[in-house]
């Protein structure tokens, strides 16, 4: 039998690609290094894996009482308020980011300075962390549910702002110009071109803010911003385990059931 | 002009859908509900604009000389970032193979690991920094360890939907010659796959830089504990330091792994 035929012929080589890799990799490998120096891995409490425990305990032996009681404190209400803090937040956001929007959209009737420093605006908006925002209002407007909504509204609207404007710019001229073509104004082109092709973009675009803004909303809380999040940390601190439990299932049961409504509402929409 | 011409200057009617009107009122009422429960009332806002503004402009000053005491504490945060991503990106790997339907081909077994996934998907962030400063003690491995389980939720996601889509053809071939599932994985599907995962642990790192910052002010170490040091002793010109720091380390590190993402993808 002929042996040669069994080897693979050898692969190509391409010298500069391979150094790049060998660069990046040892440039990969070193912040990893760097990043394991001064952080103390001694620092875990020995009852660690005690404390897991319990609140593993706590998941499958949830404290039911918690649910419902009717005080305005239970589970179901707080729930409730961190929905409205979404919800009210979403909607906020929705109107501010239709301005920023048209501003930041890059289409062709503008100049180009003009929706470059929209965007820029937009990019700022969004790396300004959305808890600073949240401690800044309840320095503002007192420590509740408002704050939150004010810090998710204003927070918000990077992102969105910047989801209607890919939108914006994504639309058609066609209707545009056969609106006015047969004598639209102004006012008809948006009336009957612009805004009906631009609806689905937006209100599936908002639906998505409402999936993120719902799981911000819960985390609000842990700095005092109203909803589920203030319970959860009062219940950590106490080492009600059977409460912290019974909290995160509410949390993930409200933000898949929320995901799964608005997954089917998009769905229809496109 | 005769009755029929000036029908016809006449729009059309729309037909009135009847949902649409159902949607509008749920969304109204939804809208004042919500205005109830929350206590929110627009003049809360104007009431107290001033005194938003007025901690704005105090923040725009910023207090440079705060800026030597930011730096180490920000190195940790970037530390963390950086442990987080690489720890839970190593678990999502290996997890993402074990979900993928077209290597493991046991239903029950990916049906079971996908629910799992879904719900640790679920917590957000910060959530997972409460939890494990309550399990492991206030510092930054506790952050370390949120951004871990939350970067797997992110990469995992991302990474099965994307060893999903891949071609079959060298599989299959693979399987044809008789090899074995390692050697399958290692010749047909990394190298069809390499390149989105290191994007999406990219990605990932991006959004646990951002993370990052924040978890200290629960604990979880990082530049987050002057934040709260800073918000508590309404000291705002160091705040606005500190948030200024954030802000260009963010943008920073989001246009590098931007590039590099599109680089890769090229």
């Not at chain 2, 990474?159 to 599989?171: K, L, Q, R, S, V």
Request: glycine share 8%; hydrophobic share 55%; proline share 4%.
């Amino acid at each position: 039998m002929d042996t040669t035929y069994k080897q693979l012929p050898p692969r190509p080589i391409n010298k500069k690609k391979q150094l790049s890799h060998w660069l990046i990799m040892i440039v990969t490998v070193a912040i990893i290094i760097w990043s394991c120096t001064g952080i103390n891995f001694g620092g875990i409490k020995s009852t660690a894996a005690q404390i897991a425990g319990a609140i593993f305990n706590g998941i499958f032996h949830p404290d039911w009482s918690y649910v419902y009681d009717g005080s305005g404190e239970d589970l179901v209400s707080q729930l409730w308020i961190t929905f409205c803090i979404a919800f009210l937040g979403t909607f906020i956001s929705a109107i501010i980011s239709l301005p920023f929007a048209f501003w930041a959209a890059n289409t062709r009737h503008k100049k180009w300075y003009v929706s470059r420093s929209g965007k820029i605006v937009l990019a700022v908006i969004r790396s300004f962390p959305e808890i600073i925002l949240a401690l800044m209002f309840i320095k503002a407007v007192g420590p509740g549910s408002a704050a939150g909504v004010l810090a998710l509204g204003f927070h918000s609207v990077g992102m969105l702002a910047k989801l209607f404007s890919e939108a914006i710019e994504n639309l058609e001229d066609g209707p545009n110009k056969a609106v006015t073509a047969v004598g639209g104004s102004k006012f008809n082109v948006i009336m009957f071109s612009t805004l009906p092709n631009l609806m689905p973009a937006l209100i599936s675009n908002t639906l998505y803010r409402f999936d993120v803004s719902i799981r911000s909303a819960s985390i609000l809380g842990l700095v005092g911003a109203g909803g589920i999040g203030y319970p959860l940390i009062i219940a950590l601190e106490y080492r009600q385990w059977n409460r912290v439990g019974i909290i995160l299932i509410g949390i993930v049961i409200m933000v898949v059931t929320i995901d799964w409504i608005s997954g089917l509402i998009r769905k229809k929409l496109v | 002009m005769s009755q029929t011409d000036q029908d016809l200057m006449n729009l059309p009617k729309k037909k009135f859908k009847i949902m649409n009107l159902i949607w509008v009122i749920l969304i109204i009422v939804g809208l004042f509900v919500s205005i109830n429960v929350t206590d929110t009332h627009i003049s809360v806002l104007f009431e107290n604009f001033s005194q938003f503004t007025d901690i704005f402009v105090q923040m725009a000053h910023p207090d440079w000389s705060y800026s030597s005491t930011v730096f180490p504490l920000l190195f940790q945060t970037l530390k963390m970032a950086v442990l987080g991503t690489v720890i839970g990106s190593i678990v999502a790997f290996i997890y993402t193979l074990l979900i993928a339907r077209n290597i493991v081909k046991n239903k029950v077994l990916t049906g079971i690991l996908r629910i799992i996934m879904n719900i640790i998907r679920t917590i957000p962030d910060l959530l997972l920094g409460a939890i494990f400063v309550a399990v492991i003690g206030i510092g930054p491995v506790a952050g370390i360890f949120a951004l871990a389980v939350f970067t797997f939720g992110v990469v995992v996601k991302l990474f099965y939907e994307a060893i999903e889509t891949i071609d079959p053809g060298p599989i299959e071939a693979l399987t044809a010659v008789g090899a074995n599932k390692l050697q399958i994985i290692w010749f047909a599907v990394l190298p069809q796959i390499m390149t989105y995962f290191i994007s999406y642990v990219l990605y990932a790192f991006e959004i646990n830089v951002r993370s990052s910052t924040i978890l200290g002010y629960i604990g979880a170490g990082g530049i987050g504990l002057y934040l709260q040091e800073t918000l508590q002793t309404f000291d705002y010109a160091k705040t606005g330091t500190i948030i200024i720091v954030i802000i260009v380390v963010v943008v920073i590190i989001d246009y590098i792994s931007s590039k590099s993402r599109e680089a890769l993808m090229k």
